[in-house]
């Protein structure tokens, strides 16, 4: 067994379930700051209803994105020591502004904002959920940075073989940055819209008592799923300059890619600096996927007096397309992770000098453990998030009056000190 | 700089300790009875800090990578096992008390609790096991990385690790003294003023269990700074106790929080100025200043730390403020 190949599979596998958690969260969001700002602002209590329903699935779809979160953040020191130890310098600081600058806010807010319900003034509770939002693209943007660093290098010098950094700015302009975190942010809001797309679908279809509810929310998702839909698109084709210029050896073999080549080797010595050949093969189905999403925009028309609902098929086919943004949100990040290989940090530090010098038994305990619990974890809560999606917006535990006897789901009388 | 770092990675660590502590104390306490509803009250109880109380973890992860890049790794690949299973506590613990109330089930309930039990288990014994390996010296060879994790398991680790779980236990026990209705909190007395005796017994047996060991008095560098904070933790669990007794739950919760947070200052003052004290290798141990982040990091660091502390803490504090007091028929219930 080889410590090495297996932190790597730890790492694909945590962050593959981390990501497909994330991006959901940061796709609601977005949505349940709408919802609650037109609660706020008409005061319509069917807005109301609606961040409440919408809000209990982001809560419970959280839970695994904080899960999955801590064992990333613990990985780079567990079995990536050597990470710290060379780059430290330098890619630990986007990591530490994000912790301290998102996700300390983030999770602060949210518990004021889950328990603030009928205590807090409708403002401040409104703000609170900006506050969630914000901080949310906050740790995506810093985690991008830290990301972005370890795709393209820059702003350090190397003293007595360990980086330091120069030049922050440099990490803000880096040429890897920017295109990609669009990309990411749109694929998430295509993500989240699709996902209350598809859940209204589901309810409209089966002829809901709250046809207005779902109506509203059907028509919501659908057309931020559409518009980001072509964010997407533009972002993930604006990509292709700046990766191709900065990692030549990415995508196919070129004049480039052959002189970098004999540089590294002159520098690092021989090896296979070539990424594994089935790095790409995701890509293309990502392209694909991303067209079929594309044809979202033929069902907006028939947003036009309700033809989506009147004709049933549309739903279906919103419904049958939801799993396609998970599969590509992971197919894609295949293609630029693996991509980058051999190297940790392209073209400075190469995987096997980052890796922990720890044994494969420990190793291999810590990714069958750990997979086996995120795993366990994930199927847990996705089966919770449909069921309380199925249930629909009668009565959700979330913001649900303190004097009001909970409705069908908790049978047992309520203590009385609680 | 190094030192202002080094300090504020001990607050946000002896933060987690207090905060998280009260969670774990109070997930433990799960374990006593069956009444569903009393569970549920004492969930209720942590409610709303829950989600802000593990971030101070995160953070001080964030902190450690960025300031302390070099002990990062080796400290955390070098206590794997201790700080895995700390790790998978917390877990535990987050995926548990924030889903245990979405099934519909009574029996599913039960069945989560039980997690959040054994995740505060694992939770407090991982961290104990990681400030002792930090006390009683690492293997750290002349290449810089710690060799192997064997090193972790010895007595003063195990009784360590045991006295955290007691005094996190008697933490939470006193949380819910305070937080919980009056007739409630009342009811809990005897208990939390039983935890907090059995938690002098547990830090005065891994007190001697270190005094004992030739390890630790070899890696501590000021040893009388050690035993002095030692007595100050005893004392405060003393005075926690008398607190209970005369019916003031604040003063005892106070006195709680500080024996939870000194064992990280005991670690921090007692190493000084090391960090990792290595036992093969005199001339391998880490000093604070080798092992922070190269100036330009720190500095940059710094100027964002300096407006950012205090709207972290400041936000903290309005959480604390907005939802002071007992609970009571009000009060919100999610978990
Ligand atoms: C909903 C998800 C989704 C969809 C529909 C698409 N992508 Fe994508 N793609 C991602 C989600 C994603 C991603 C998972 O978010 C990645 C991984 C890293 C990144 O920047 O975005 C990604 C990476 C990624 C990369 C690799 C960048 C690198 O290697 O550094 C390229 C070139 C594209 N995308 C291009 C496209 C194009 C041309 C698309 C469609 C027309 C497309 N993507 C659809
Ligand atoms: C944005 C922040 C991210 C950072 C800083 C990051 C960093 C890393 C690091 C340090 C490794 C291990 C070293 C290596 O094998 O190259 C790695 C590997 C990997 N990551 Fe990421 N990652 C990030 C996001 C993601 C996401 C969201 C995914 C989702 C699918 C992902 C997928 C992978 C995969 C598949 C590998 C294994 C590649 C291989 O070893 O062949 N990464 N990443
Ligand atoms: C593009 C890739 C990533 C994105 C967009 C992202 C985004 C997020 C978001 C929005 C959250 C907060 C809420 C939630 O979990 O639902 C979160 C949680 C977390 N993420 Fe990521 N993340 C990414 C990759 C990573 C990586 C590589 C790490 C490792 C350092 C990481 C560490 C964490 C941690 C520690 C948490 C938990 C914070 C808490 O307790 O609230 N993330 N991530």
């Not at chain 1, 509770?125 to 740790?139: I, K, N």
């Not at chain 1, 990411?184 to 207005?212: C, E, K, N, Q, Y």
């Not at chain 2, 909190?185 to 005897?190: A, K, N, Q, W």
Request: with cysteine; aromatic share 10%.
């Amino acid at each position: 067994m080889d410590t090495l190949l297996l932190a790597r599979l730890q790492f694909a596998a945590t962050a593959s379930v981390h990501f497909l958690f994330v991006a959901v969260t940061l796709g609601l969001v977005t949505l349940l700051v709408g919802l609650q700002t037109a609660w706020v602002v008409t005061g319509n209590p069917r807005y109301e209803r609606l961040t409440r329903f919408w809000g209990q699935l982001y809560v419970i779809n959280y839970v695994l994105g904080i899960a999955t979160g801590i064992v990333m953040e613990f990985q780079f020191g567990l079995n990536w020591s050597g990470l710290s130890r060379y780059v430290g310098n330098v890619f630990g600081a986007p990591l530490a502004i994000e912790t301290l600058v998102a996700f300390f806010l983030e999770s602060t807010f949210l518990g004021m904002w889950i328990f603030g319900w009928h205590r807090l003034r409708r403002g401040v509770h409104l703000a609170l959920l900006y506050g969630v939002m914000l901080t949310a693209y906050a740790s995506a943007f810093w985690i991008m940075v830290a990301n972005s660093w370890l795709q393209n290098p820059v702003g350090y010098e190397v003293r007595d073989g360990v980086a330091h950094l120069t030049d922050f700015s440099a990490l803000l302009s880096n040429p890897a940055l920017w295109m990609a975190l669009g990309h990411v942010v749109s694929a998430a809001l295509l993500t989240g819209g699709l996902l209350m797309a598809a859940i209204s679908a589901w309810h409209l279809s089966r002829r809901t008592p709250d046809h207005a509810l779902f109506r509203t929310s059907l028509r919501l998702g659908l057309v931020t799923a559409a518009l980001a839909i072509s964010l997407v698109q533009g972002f993930g084709f604006a990509q292709f300059g700046p990766v191709g210029a900065l990692q030549p050896t990415k995508f196919d073999g070129n004049p480039e890619a052959d002189a970098l080549i004999a540089d590294w080797t002159a520098r690092f010595g021989a090896g296979d600096y070539l990424p594994p050949v089935l790095a790409n093969v995701g890509l293309g189905f990502m392209i694909l996927i991303g067209f079929a999403l594309g044809l979202l925009w033929l069902l907006v028309p028939l947003l036009w007096r309700d033809w989506i609902i009147r004709l049933r098929f549309p739903l279906w086919l919103i419904m049958l397309s939801l799993p396609l943004p998970f599969v590509a949100l992971i197919l894609g990040w295949i293609a630029r992770e693996v991509g980058r290989q051999p190297w940790v940090a392209y073209g400075l530090l190469p995987v096997e000098q980052a890796v922990s010098p720890i044994s494969p038994w420990l190793m291999a305990t810590s990714l069958i453990g750990f997979t086996l619990l995120l795993g366990t974890l994930a199927v847990t809560n996705w089966v919770l998030l449909a069921r309380h999606a199925a249930r629909g917006a009668a009565d959700p535990a979330l913001g649900r009056p303190p004097a009001q006897p909970p409705a069908d789901d908790d049978t047992r009388p309520e203590p009385a000190f609680a | 700089m190094e030192f202002a770092w080094y300090a504020l990675l001990g607050l946000f660590f002896a933060g987690y300790l207090v905060l998280g502590g009260y969670d774990y104390g109070v997930g433990l306490l799960l374990a006593r009875g069956t009444d569903p509803a009393y569970r549920r009250a004492a969930l209720a109880a942590v409610g709303p800090f829950f989600l802000g109380n593990e971030v101070w973890l995160v953070a001080a992860v964030g902190i450690l990578f960025g300031a302390f890049p070099m002990l990062e790794g080796e400290l955390l690949a070098g206590s794997y096992p201790a700080v895995a299973t700390a790790l998978t506590g917390v877990i535990l613990v987050t995926a548990g008390v924030q889903l245990r109330s979405r099934p519909d089930s009574g029996r599913a309930r039960a069945r989560w609790d039980r997690v959040i039990v054994v995740g505060s288990l694992l939770a407090a014994l991982g961290w104990g096991v990681v400030l002792a390996g930090l006390l009683q010296g690492v293997p750290l060879g002349p290449d810089g990385h710690v060799a192997g994790v064997t090193h972790l398991f010895t007595p003063f680790a195990a009784a360590t690790g045991l006295a955290l779980v007691t005094l996190v236990a008697a933490h939470g026990a006193t949380f819910l003294t305070l937080r919980m209705p009056a007739a409630e909190g009342d009811r809990l007395r005897p208990l939390a003023r039983r935890l907090i005796a059995s938690a002098i017994v547990a830090v005065t047996a891994a007190t001697v269990v270190g005094l004992l060991s030739d390890r630790v008095r070899a890696a501590a560098q000021r040893p009388l700074v050690g035993v002095l904070l030692t007595v100050l933790l005893i004392g405060a669990l003393l005075a926690a106790r008398a607190a209970l007794g005369r019916r003031r739950p604040g003063v005892a919760f106070t006195a709680t929080a500080v024996a939870l947070a000194l064992p990280v200052l005991l670690v921090g003052a007692t190493l000084w100025p090391y960090v990792l004290v290595s036992t093969i290798e005199p001339a391998a141990s880490l000093t604070v200043t080798d092992a922070a982040a190269s100036a330009a990091t720190l500095r940059l660091l710094g100027w964002l730390a300096v407006p950012l502390l205090p709207a972290l803490l400041g936000f903290q504090a309005m959480c604390w403020w907005i939802f002071r007091g007992r609970t009571d028929g009000r009060a919100l219930v999610y978990w």
